[in-house]
């Protein structure tokens, strides 16, 4: 499920919780459709989208968490397959965009945080920041945001990231991927791409 990757030397990510939007996001960077909707669990494995003039390619992997009509056992081995996709190709990966939903993830996040357990996303930032992957958080949605700051100070702090949000604009990238509002996270990765000599990816951001 998880061994369909190109034979790429370049890759940017896009991983996050099921219904975040990974997919729609896809389409926007590639022009090129990808299967969304409304229920979480539409990819169920990864799609890619590769350039092979510039040995490239863009991966939109399945969310985790929660999906309708898929069992537990089965959203586990999900999870399991991304964890292990990422650490298999962690040196190939230059950046990670982790897409979270601007209006839900504060309320999800501290819905799971009061077990033993921790929040998804939380750890996913984590385990990114661990294998040395630059991360970029995509928080979309922010059409349905009102309190936009105090949102985004908010999940700053939820990471362990000290707030103003603004201070991170090279972490912290709110964005409207269904009406192609992506200026934020564009130059986030920039900015990631350049830190590693790789300025001629920018044509892709
Ligand atoms: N309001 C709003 N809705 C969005 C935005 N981006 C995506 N959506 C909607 O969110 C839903 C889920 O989008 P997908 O792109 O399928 O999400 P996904 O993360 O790929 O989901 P899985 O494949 O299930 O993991 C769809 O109904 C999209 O139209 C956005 O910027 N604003
Ligand atoms: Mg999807």
């Known amino acids: 499920m998880f061994d369909t990757r190109p ?15 990974k997919s729609t996001l896809m389409r926007e960077l590639t022009g090129h459709s990808f299967d969304t909707g409304k229920k979480p669990g539409v990819t169920r494995s990864p799609n890619h989208y590769d350039w092979s ?5 863009l991966t939109d992997l399945p969310g985790f968490g929660f999906m309708s009509g898929v069992e537990g056992d089965r959203q586990e081995d999900i999870k399991t397959g991304i964890v292990h ?5 962690a040196e190939k990966i230059l950046v990670a965009i982790l897409v979270v939903d601007g209006k839900s993830v504060i309320d999800i996040i501290d819905r799971h945080s009061d077990g033993e357990e921790i929040p998804y996303d939380v750890e996913m930032f984590h385990f990114l920041r661990e294998l040395d992957i630059p991360t970029v958080v995509a928080v979309n949605k922010m059409d349905k945001v009102d309190d936009r ?6 999940l700053c702090d939820r990471l362990g990231i000290l707030p103003p949000w603004k201070q991170w604009q090279e972490t912290i990238a ?16 920039r900015t990631h791409l350049h830190d590693q000599q790789r300025d001629d990816l920018f044509k892709f951001f």
């Open 53 to 57: 003039a510039e040995d490239f390619v």
């Open 7 to 21: 034979n790429c030397e370049a890759e940017v990510v896009l991983v996050g919780r099921s219904n975040v939007g």
């Open 85 to 89: 996709y990422l650490e298999d190709n």
């Open 174 to 189: 709110p964005i409207t991927a269904k009406r192609g509002q992506l200026s934020a996270l564009n130059e986030a990765v």
């Open 149 to 154: 700051d105090e949102r985004l100070n908010e």
